[in-house]
């Protein structure tokens, strides 16, 4: 019971993450209920958490403001269209704590390697390593910590897609999405 107490937390937080902070941008600061999907959907246009397993049909199609949780009236993001079907590459990766012992304060890259591996800190310190798969931020993964993921990705600039509930990406009901970076 208690794994499952720290999955739905980590659910709830990266849906929260996902919101954007930014007051300019309201169709990017609330959580769809999509339809089209059946999922819940939050964005900041960097990374996106989509969680059917939390979608409820009473609110079909709406948008509610993570905060004061009131339904508002405006056109949500289309997130579906940057969401990839199939995946060229599915690995599963572990994110641990320990990777990001010396990155405090630091604008840091995690770096993704088709042998299973991930390897966090500054881009200048990663050099070119053989291999990689993808780069994000990696502050996007905090909330990923101390679990292991499979993780589906086309090319090193397409979305990158976590699955938060299952082995298999294709059978996840839970993925989080990340833009990688150009590096």
């Known amino acids: 019971m208690k794994a499952r107490k720290i999955l739905d937390k980590r659910r709830t937080d990266l849906l929260k993450f996902s919101v954007s902070k930014d007051e300019t941008r309201l169709h990017l600061n609330s959580i ?5 999907l059946g999922a819940l959907v939050s964005t900041n246009g960097h990374h996106a958490t989509i969680l059917k397993s939390r979608y409820s049909p009473e609110l079909s199609n709406k948008l509610i403001d993570p905060n004061t949780f009131q339904i508002i009236h405006r056109e949500p993001v289309k997130i579906a269209a940057v969401i990839p079907s199939k995946f060229q590459t599915t690995l599963n ?55 292991t993921y499979a993780v589906g990705t086309n090319n090193e600039l ?20 990340i833009m990688p970076l150009k590096v």
């Open 32 to 36: 769809w209920h999509d339809d089209k």
């Open 93 to 147: 990766f572990t994110i641990e704590k320990h990777h990001f012992v010396n990155t405090k304060n630091r604008p840091t890259h995690a770096h993704f390697f088709n042998d299973g591996t991930v390897s966090i800190g500054l881009l200048k310190d990663l050099g070119d390593k053989e291999g990689r798969l993808f780069t994000v931020n990696a502050a996007y993964l905090k909330h990923l910590v101390g679990g």
């Open 158 to 177: 397409s979305p990158v897609a976590f699955s938060l509930d299952h082995e298999c990406l294709e059978l996840a009901n839970d993925i989080y999405i």
